[in-house]
């Protein structure tokens, strides 16, 4: 059984068909990266994934949960359990310190840990960052913290919308290789991206284009190491 | 660490990280809570003060004869039947008919100190007398005599009796201390103490009646008065119209002071209200987010709920500091005395100022649950 299955998904707007008979599988321990340029429907597919948003048609398994016909309530539960969410704009909580952005998602989850939070910090090379509020931090520190957070709870699945969006390079190959170790860790990564360096980095790259998966790329040299051009 | 000790650090932090933000709405709050404070101490205040101004319009209880004489050992006991504390004056007085230059007067026996309290609009043109062998005259006596401070006076009583034996006249001398102006019938008299009235009269404990200023409410007065006349010496009556006056002029004060409260209980919460509203605005973005790692709708409440009440409880004790200054302000501008501090009331304006910072806050609350993390998180 996929841990993620994706089956005849539509997500309708009025006229506009933002999903158009999606399907597709994630395996246990996948690196998947979903591509495609603006209004492809990438962050429509995003948030029916990570259990903020259902589709209009279809089903969508989650550990073999339909999760497309769940109450937001439960939707809200198994978000909490089974996913780890990376955003863009990392979306800390900014007077709260790196460490306690960490402890939110355990707060919410089941028991702050600082001992843990602290080690989840440390994994990404932060633990002399602690006490420092996101003001206080680079973007990339930032984005770090927001990979803590994510993997504090050991989520089934990592989903991570633009994740280096906002990065220099030196931080996005930090992050690439945070990836790359959750991975080797055996966590499912789901990247959703714009950028071809980081979505080859991945062991599979599907296309969206308006609404559908207009290609699927298997990466058979992956290392899950990021190469830049230049 | 325990999850409640996670909730506490966390809205502490929103508080105290947030400070440029929140001071506003701790404004707000501290506002709303001082002048709510404060109108509560000066409606609870209000009937001490406004009775301590009515004392100016004189006696409001007085003692008679419930059988044939009244006896000054009776009045006094009578009126420490009262507390000492409320108790402002007592004015026991014997009237006479005595002559001056062989023109009959009424001459009145007193306890000038406790005429002098009893009836404080009483305006004297010299001094008060104070004991043996002086006298204080009604101005229109002092007219019609020409008398004038400083004045030795011979005055005549005969006592009326059967016994022609004991008819003769008695004479006492007095000099004049004062000229009494009140505008009232109290010009027609002449004033003297009770001892010099009883050596005029050889009565020694005889009173005609006692005026009493009592610092009370009209429902304590009436019950003072009930208590007085169970022991049958002494017949008590209210001067109704001072004791009815102060009753209507205390519920017209305190029913305003009451509605003031109620105007800036609705406005505090107004502006509670918007300030909170602001807060969820601002804070949409951290909503969601909160949300989105699997914050429940109860836990989002539970966490706004417990920033509000922490600003109604900080707001709260501000509030009740500065709302006793304030209120003492105006007790010493408008009734030019000190306010009495009660402590009750600083646990009442915490737990008020919580209660509407908690209700105004509900709203605003309501709609932090409504926000939809997809669309707040949304990428740029």
Known sequence: ?230 | MKKRKMFLRMIFASLLRRRSRMIVALLSVAIGATILSGLVSIYYDVPRQMGAQFRNYGANMIFTASGDELELAAVNNAAALIPDEEKVGVAPYRYENVRVRDIPVVAAGTDPEGAKATSPYWSVDGNWFTGAGEMMVGANVAESFRIKTGDMLEVTYTPMTDDSAADADNVSYFTVTGILQTGGSEENYIYMTLDDMSALTYESDRVDLAELSISAGAEELSGYADKINAADDVHASLVKRVTASEATVLTKLQALVLLVTIVVLALTMICVATTMTAVVAERRKEIGLRKAIGASDRSIIREFMGEGMLLGLFGGIVGSVLGFVFAEQVSVNVFGSSLIFRPLLVPITVIASIAVTGISSLMPIKSATEVDPALVLKGE
């Open chain 1, 1 to 230: 059984m996929s841990l993620l299955e994706l089956k005849n998904v539509y997500k309708i707007y009025g006229d506009l068909h933002a999903l158009d008979d999606v399907s597709l599988k994630v395996e246990k321990g996948e690196w998947v990266s979903i591509m495609g340029p603006s209004g492809s429907g990438k962050s429509t597919m995003m948030n029916i994934i990570g259990c903020m948003d259902k589709p209009s048609k279809g089903e969508v398994l989650l550990d073999g949960v339909d999760i497309s016909k769940e109450s937001k309530k439960n939707l809200t539960t198994i978000r909490r359990d089974k996913i780890g969410l990376i955003f863009q704009q990392f979306h800390l909580v900014n007077y709260l310190t790196a460490l306690e952005n960490v402890m939110l998602a355990q707060y919410y989850h089941s028991m702050p840990d600082e001992k843990e939070a602290l080690e989840a910090l440390e994994r990404v090379g932060l633990a002399d960052r602690a006490k420092h509020l996101p003001s206080q931090l680079s973007g990339g520190e930032q984005q770090r913290v927001c990979v803590a957070r994510a993997l504090i709870n050991y989520p089934e699945i990592i989903l991570a919308d633009e994740p280096t969006g906002n990065l220099d390079e030196a931080n996005e190959e930090i992050v690439v290789d945070l990836f790359h170790k959750l991975h080797t860790e055996g966590t499912t990564l789901i990247v959703v991206t714009h950028d071809p360096e980081v979505a080859e980095v991945a062991q599979r790259t599907l296309v969206l284009r308006s609404g559908k998966l207009s290609k699927e790329v298997v990466n058979e040299n992956f290392t899950g190491k990021i190469h830049f051009d230049s």
